[in-house]
């Protein structure tokens, strides 16, 4: 049974390797290249919320795997996803900066 208490983000909502048409839900311009499941666990624990990972195909990109985090529905999703989505440039960003 679903559960209405919690939000599902993908990862393809991120990823700017994909089009809108595909699953990307922010602009290119929050987006970021390829983002793990890891690192979008890592991006909604800063945005403040407790995240519990899954690893599947995302119904769009059925023959890609892909994954996604489900997160106490606390706000409006695009809120959520914005918010999840400047942490996760923030990360892609230190970890650059890092390997550099």
């Given at each position: 049974?679903?559960?209405?208490?919690?939000?599902?983000?993908?990862?393809?909502?991120?990823?700017?390797?994909?089009?809108?048409?595909?699953?990307?839900?922010?602009?290119?311009?929050?987006?970021?290249?390829?983002?793990s499941?890891?690192?979008?666990?890592?991006?909604?624990?800063?945005?403040?919320?407790?995240?519990?990972?899954?690893?599947?195909?995302?119904?769009k990109?059925?023959?890609?795997?892909?994954?996604?985090?489900?997160?106490?529905?606390?706000?409006?999703?695009?809120?959520?996803?914005?918010?999840?989505?400047?942490?996760?440039?923030?990360?892609?960003?230190?970890?650059?900066?890092?390997?550099?």
């Amino acid at each position: 049974m679903k559960e209405y208490t919690r939000l599902v983000l993908w990862l393809d909502y991120f990823n700017s390797s994909i089009s809108r048409s595909e699953g990307r839900r922010v602009p290119l311009d929050r987006a970021v290249k390829t983002p793990s499941l890891d690192e979008l666990v890592e991006a909604a624990k800063r945005a403040g919320y407790t995240p519990e990972p899954q690893i599947a195909a995302h119904p769009k990109r059925s023959s890609t795997v892909s994954g996604y985090v489900s997160v106490e529905r606390t706000k409006p999703k695009s809120l959520v996803i914005k918010e999840v989505a400047s942490s996760l440039r923030t990360l892609k960003a230190e970890r650059k900066q890092v390997s550099n």
